[in-house]
């Protein structure tokens, strides 16, 4: 099983980054120098990606002006010899990538943007990745992992990490059976239950590989938690027909949906660069002791 296709669901409002995420979309924040749709992009690339699937709204002008030639600033920095900054702006999307655009009319949910990928991913399997979770590792990315699992199981692969007990009810929990070199078959999965309620403390996160069938699902299911269209909701549906993994991947995840996860996630980046990583340390002690 190869996974050619990956889908960025960027239609979300980001309200909890107003204001600034009145004109910036969530996804254009920088975590250090790159915008956390870059490190999304790269990690889906790693894992052997070739075509983005952007599901946007009309006012995310920026994700799709990002990724597309930015032809005055090139011949600018051709001219000054300026190769360095040349290749950055450049390896934003390698030349094998294609990046394509499919606009959600109305945030009826992060189930219903996936849907509106449909007529591009057709009837392969394929990912999906939430970039304001933001998954740092020092080997191969989560996606990766779970691609390499898919390959192996020819399941769908959801990732996980555990949570806090009193957390669950921010996100999809999941019942799995034992785990097994980090992934188990899911038995349940329910969204953002109350504590009580919910059958574990294992929380879905941002990274999904799933098969095509979910499409079916997610066309035939109605609106669910908060009044949106749920993916959590169709994979349940698809748990009834197919295998589901939950996989608990290597690596730190960063809710860079929240301020603070947008800020530790900058600290964390900020220690792993070579050219900063001194000054980040000195400044942080200071601050720390003012
Ligand atoms: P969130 O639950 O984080 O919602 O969406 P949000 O609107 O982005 O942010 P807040 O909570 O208001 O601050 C999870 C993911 O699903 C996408 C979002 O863009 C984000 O990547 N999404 C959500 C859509 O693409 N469309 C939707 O209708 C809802």
């Not at 692969?157 to 992934?183: C, K, M, N, R």
């Not at 997610?218 to 669910?224: H, P, Q, T, V």
């Not at 993994?245 to 900058?266: K, M, N, P, Q, W």
């Amino acid at each position: 099983m190869r996974i050619r296709t990956a889908v960025f669901p960027v239609a979300g409002l980001g309200t909890r980054f107003l204001p600034a995420t009145k004109t910036v979309p969530k996804e254009m924040l920088p975590v250090v120098d790159r915008p956390l749709i870059q490190y999304a992009v790269d990690e889906a690339i790693e894992a052997g990606c070739d075509t983005l699937v952007f599901v946007t709204n009309r006012y995310k002008h920026a994700v799709a002006d990002y990724f597309d030639k930015a032809y005055e600033l090139e011949q600018k920095l051709e001219k000054s010899g300026k190769s360095e900054l040349l290749g950055l702006i450049r390896d934003v999307l390698p030349a094998h990538v294609r990046a394509v655009f499919v606009t959600q009319a109305e945030a009826l949910g992060l189930g219903h943007a996936v849907l509106c990928a449909r007529p591009v991913v057709g009837d392969a399997p394929f990912a999906v990745l939430l970039p304001d979770d933001l998954i740092w590792s020092r080997g191969r990315g989560a996606l990766g992992q779970m691609v390499d699992l898919a390959g192996r199981s020819g399941a769908s692969v959801v990732a996980v990490q555990d949570v806090p007990p009193e957390q669950t009810s921010s996100y999809g929990i999941v019942a799995a059976e034992a785990f097994a070199e980090g992934a188990g078959r899911i038995r349940a999965i329910v969204e953002k239950p109350r504590p009580e309620q919910a059958p574990s403390t294992l929380a879905v996160v941002g990274r999904y590989v799933l098969s095509a069938r979910i499409f079916d699902h997610l066309a035939s299911i109605r609106a669910g938690s908060g009044g949106e269209v749920q993916l959590t909701d169709a994979i349940a549906a698809l748990l009834a027909s197919e295998p589901v993994l939950a996989y608990r991947f290597a690596g730190r995840r960063f809710d860079c949906g929240s301020r603070i996860g947008l800020v530790e996630a900058t600290i964390r980046y900020a220690l792993d660069h070579e050219d900063l990583a001194d000054e980040a340390r000195a400044y942080m002690r200071a601050a720390l002791s003012e």
